[in-house]
């Protein structure tokens, strides 16, 4: 009997594992999922149906907060800012840390490690002397100017993760294009760039989602509706109209829904961050 | 080769090269170096944000010396921290332990954890601000949760999370702590990974339960990725303010207060942008000397 009594604990420690496994994915999808079905519901009926699934689905929401409640502004912007600073830390970080990797010149060890520094220390409410750098620049209210920061953001860790990358191309393929005629930019460009795509795929995923989602310099930076991003206009929305939760619903779920998505597609890319320990070590 | 032209061909070899790195290390100095610079300095001085600067020595420090307010805000990024460090850890722990095997819908939990964690401080912030809503309609409670509460048998539960001084700070601490420990769980997962299961198995043969196995095994050999994740974590927690700007609307001025609350309202608020820069300064000197002493245990772990 002493097997039977071993199989018993086995499977009530299994039971267990997967009540707890289960309990706590249901309390991450839960409050997604009730953001998205409120978004489908009127101000009338809101506060009061409490059914998983509404009888009546309304799609209105998502019509109003896109014409009257400015998120197609929002959300255009949101795109706009995120694919030019994207573009941007992938075109210095990947040079930068070609040259870092790669080349040889004066003073290469002393900037590395200058961005490497300004990763590790924290620089909590440096957007205060940023605001007044940008005052004086006259980039405050410029799509220009927040790209700039933001690619500022990035580009520390971008840089970081493209070195390690490049450090491991084998040095036979640079010399064979070297050969070939290739100068410093057409190995960068031909050898380098194409061979570190998985470090690139990881990099665009991660940017994308910190611009997707920064809020204070956006904040701070853009006063001006028009060139507001999501987060910020759901800020903006929330504040002006505090009661119409429906609406406020179906912008959070427009902010949320691709940034879920893009992260289910990539979740390979993200999840080898952490297993190479670039990040963690 | 005539020296000359050598030195003349090293010379714009080296200058190639620096293009390289130039617009990198430019837009680092204008948006990194210079305005940690300026911050440093603002701290000295007197500044309304526009006019002249007044140089007043250390007179903002001595100020937020005695600013009750600010290490009030202080401890409760303390609070929210000490949260996050054991509950959100320990969970983060438990369920990476649980994962570490082959358990049907392993995949499916491990995408589903790190959900919240993509999501943004607004979204997460907004959103629990709604699910929390103390209203009632109709006799209905508004909120999903209290009407939860109500509706699974615990009424006197039903509570103004948010509204009450008392559960406010707590609140914003467990919805920190759901955003944030999918964090946590990949890295020690990861973590986990990496020990050889051989260990487990000869450590089984030689009569250890589970118990024993956890602390003489699994723990030991994680006590590098557990001070990351806490290092993380310490810097993550002390440094929030969206979340508590998104779920908090204006009700609670002083209860819910952090440090960045405070620095964004010395500055936005009473436009004292010397006084603002002298809180940064200090509060990125107690999260670098935090960071500083964490650093120094694990090279210890790491040694021992």
């Known amino acids: ?19 707890l496994l289960m309990s706590v994915a249901v309390t991450c999808l839960l409050p997604i999922f009730w953001m998205v079905r409120c978004a489908f519901m009127s101000n009338e009926t809101i506060f009061t149906d409490k059914a998983l699934i509404p009888q009546q689905l309304e799609l209105g929401n998502f019509v109003i907060a896109w014409t009257q409640g400015y998120f197609a502004v929002y959300l255009l912007n949101s795109v706009i800012y995120t694919v030019c600073v994207v573009t941007g830390i992938v075109l210095i970080a990947s040079l930068a840390a070609f040259a870092f990797s790669r080349l040889k010149f004066p003073g290469r060890k002393v900037l590395f490690y200058m961005f490497m520094a300004a990763m590790l220390i924290p620089l909590p409410g440096s957007f205060v002397a940023l605001v007044v750098l940008m005052n004086k620049l006259h980039l405050i209210n410029t799509r220009m100017g927040y790209i700039l920061c933001m690619i500022n953001v990035g580009l520390s860790m971008s840089i970081l993760l493209l070195k390690t990358y490049f450090d491991r191309i084998p040095h036979d393929l640079e010399d064979a294009a070297r050969i070939d005629g290739c100068g410093k930019i057409g190995i960068w460009w031909h050898v380098a760039l194409p061979l570190a795509r998985p470090a690139i795929a990881v990099i665009v995923v991660f940017n994308s989602l910190t611009v997707w989602n920064e809020y204070i310099l956006a ?29 406020l619903m179906a912008g959070l779920t427009m902010a949320a829904i691709p940034v879920i998505l893009i992260y289910i597609a990539m979740q390979k890319h993200i999840v080898k961050v952490f297993s190479s320990g670039e990040v963690t070590g | ?41 603002l701290s000295f001085h007197e500044w309304w944000g526009i006019g002249p600067m007044h140089f007043i020595g250390l007179q903002n420090y001595t100020e937020i010396m005695s ?38 819908m392993g995949q499916f939990y491990r995408v589903v954890f790190f959900i919240p964690p993509v999501l943004s401080e607004v979204v997460v912030g907004l959103m629990g601000n709604w699910i929390l809503n103390p209203g009632l309609q109709e006799g209905q409670h508004i909120g999903l949760l209290n009407h939860f ?142 960071a500083f002493i964490m650093k120094k245990l694990s090279d210890k772990v790491k040694q021992a």
Not at chain 1, 1 to 19: E, S
Not at chain 2, 70 to 94: E, K, M, R, S, V
Not at chain 2, 223 to 243: A, C, D, H, N
Request: proline share 4%.
């Open chain 2, 67 to 104: 600013d009750g307010l600010w290490w009030d805000a202080i401890i409760h990024a303390g609070y929210i921290t000490l949260i996050a460090l054991t509950f959100q850890n320990a969970l983060a722990f438990a369920l990476a332990l649980a994962c570490d095997r082959d358990i049907r």
């Open chain 1, 219 to 247: 904040t701070l930076l853009l006063g001006d509706s028009q060139l507001m991003p999501l987060q910020r206009g759901l800020m903006v929305f929330q504040g002006a109209n505090s009661t119409d939760y429906p609406v």
């Open chain 1, 1 to 19: 009997m002493k097997i039977n009594k071993f199989i018993v604990f086995g499977l009530t420690k299994l039971t267990l594992i997967h009540i």
């Open chain 2, 149 to 290: 509460l109500s509706i699974s048998g615990f009424p006197h539960l039903v509570h103004n999370w948010l509204g009450d001084p008392s559960t406010a700070l707590t609140t914003i601490a467990v919805v920190h702590s759901w955003k944030g420990f999918g964090w946590g769980f990949i890295m020690l997962l990861v973590g986990l990974q990496t020990i050889d299961k051989q260990l487990y198995e000869a450590a089984r043969v030689d009569g250890a339960g589970a118990w024993k196995i956890f602390t003489n095994i699994t723990l030991p050999m994680m006590l590098p990725v557990i001070l990351v994740v806490m290092v993380l974590t310490i810097l993550g927690s002390m440094q929030v303010f969206i979340l508590i700007l998104s779920m908090v609307n204006q009700g609670l001025v002083n209860h819910t207060d952090v440090p960045v609350t405070g620095i964004l309202t010395s500055m936005i608020g009473h436009g004292r942008f010397g006084y603002a820069c002298a809180q940064a300064v200090i509060f990125g000197m107690i999260l670098v000397g935090v």
């Open chain 2, 1 to 41: 080769m005539n020296p000359r032209v050598q030195s003349a061909a090293i010379l714009k070899n080296n200058l190639q090269s620096l293009l390289f790195v130039l617009p990198a290390v430019l837009i680092f100095c204008i948006f990194y170096i210079y305005p940690f610079l300026n911050m440093i300095f």
